[in-house]
């Protein structure tokens, strides 16, 4: 037991290390949730929770002043509980947001120290001190990174029976909404991401996708590998597209 914890603490603060090599989305649910079914013995489990997690928190991004629930702490503890207490999907639904939104207000007490190490790098940087920069990004980053491990070693170790006890209270027909809910956050989650990215020239291949799975008959795999194709020729990826010159206005007499 004591070694899980440690490691669902480590699979966390993994999560926290990928902001500092660069946002690579190794944070996100569906990516850490496997790894965490991976140590639980359950990787099946493991991935469809990943994977409903992921769509919960699809629009959960930061955008201005708005900082949004914890996903890295939220999914992996949502889906270490769920599977260690042999509870549903819905279950993990259930736990990932409150978990999230209480981690978010722990995560604000311990920001407020943050912009010392801020104002330190600022100064730095008026030196042209650019080890004294990078000190400090490792330092914030050590900080989240020992937070997250913290949080998820300490909870999972001494939580599961509290967690059970919060399950056993909520009545069933709760947990049958999430289930609901869960079937609805993939449409919900491509309608916000549709939001961000659908323009008037995107529009006709939307409706093509659309056509395509439900008249051809055509799975999602398939629809998305058409599009992949469509993506390489129209953008000329391979390069193999002939090299046109732009035309020129004019002759050169129109200078004179």
């Given at each position: 037991?004591?070694?899980?914890?440690?490691?669902?603490?480590?699979?966390?603060?993994?999560?926290?290390?990928?902001?500092?090599?660069?946002?690579?989305?190794?944070?996100?649910?569906?990516?850490?949730?496997?790894?965490?079914?991976?140590?639980?013995?359950?990787?099946?489990?493991?991935?469809?929770?990943?994977?409903?997690?992921?769509?919960?928190?699809?629009?959960?991004i930061s955008?201005?002043?708005?900082?949004?629930?914890?996903?890295?702490?939220?999914?992996?503890?949502?889906?270490?509980?769920?599977?260690?207490?042999?509870?549903s999907t819905?279950?993990?639904?259930?736990?990932?947001?409150?978990?999230?939104?209480?981690?978010?207000?722990?995560?604000?007490?311990?920001?407020?120290?943050?912009?010392?190490?801020?104002?330190?790098?600022?100064?730095?940087?008026?030196?042209?001190?650019?080890?004294?920069?990078?000190?400090?990004?490792?330092?914030?980053?050590?900080?989240?990174?020992?937070?997250?491990?913290?949080?998820?070693?300490?909870?999972?170790?001494?939580?599961?029976?509290?967690?059970?006890?919060?399950?056993?209270?909520?009545?069933?027909?709760?947990?049958?909404?999430?289930?609901?809910?869960?079937?609805?956050?993939?449409?919900?989650?491509?309608?916000?991401?549709?939001?961000?990215?659908?323009?008037?020239?995107?529009?006709?291949?939307?409706?093509?996708?659309?056509?395509?799975?439900?008249?051809?008959?055509?799975?999602?795999?398939?629809?998305?590998?058409?599009?992949?194709?469509?993506?390489?020729?129209?953008?000329?990826?391979?390069?193999?597209?002939?090299?046109?010159?732009?035309?020129?206005?004019?002759?050169?007499?129109?200078?004179?």
């Amino acid at each position: 037991m004591l070694v899980q914890a440690i490691l669902i603490g480590l699979i966390a603060a993994l999560g926290k290390f990928d902001f500092q090599v660069g946002t690579l989305y190794a944070f996100r649910p569906i990516v850490l949730c496997p790894l965490v079914g991976l140590v639980l013995g359950d990787l099946p489990t493991a991935l469809t929770i990943g994977a409903s997690l992921e769509l919960l928190f699809m629009g959960s991004i930061s955008i201005g002043a708005y900082v949004p629930p914890d996903e890295t702490i939220g999914g992996v503890l949502a889906c270490a509980f769920a599977i260690q207490l042999g509870q549903s999907t819905e279950a993990a639904i259930a736990l990932a947001m409150p978990i999230a939104t209480l981690v978010l207000a722990i995560k604000n007490i311990i920001n407020a120290v943050m912009p010392i190490f801020v104002d330190m790098a600022d100064k730095y940087a008026a030196k042209g001190n650019l080890k004294g920069i990078y000190g400090m990004h490792w330092i914030i980053g050590l900080v989240g990174m020992v937070n997250a491990f913290v949080i998820c070693s300490v909870s999972f170790y001494l939580g599961a029976d509290a967690v059970q006890g919060v399950l056993d209270w909520v009545p069933a027909f709760v947990l049958s909404g999430f289930g609901v809910a869960a079937n609805i956050l993939p449409a919900m989650g491509f309608a916000m991401l549709g939001r961000l990215v659908i323009t008037k020239q995107l529009v006709p291949y939307y409706f093509l996708g659309f056509l395509l799975c439900s008249y051809a008959g055509i799975p999602v795999l398939g629809v998305a590998l058409i599009a992949v194709i469509i993506g390489i020729t129209k953008f000329d990826l391979l390069g193999g597209g002939a090299h046109v010159e732009p035309a020129l206005e004019g002759d050169d007499d129109d200078d004179f």
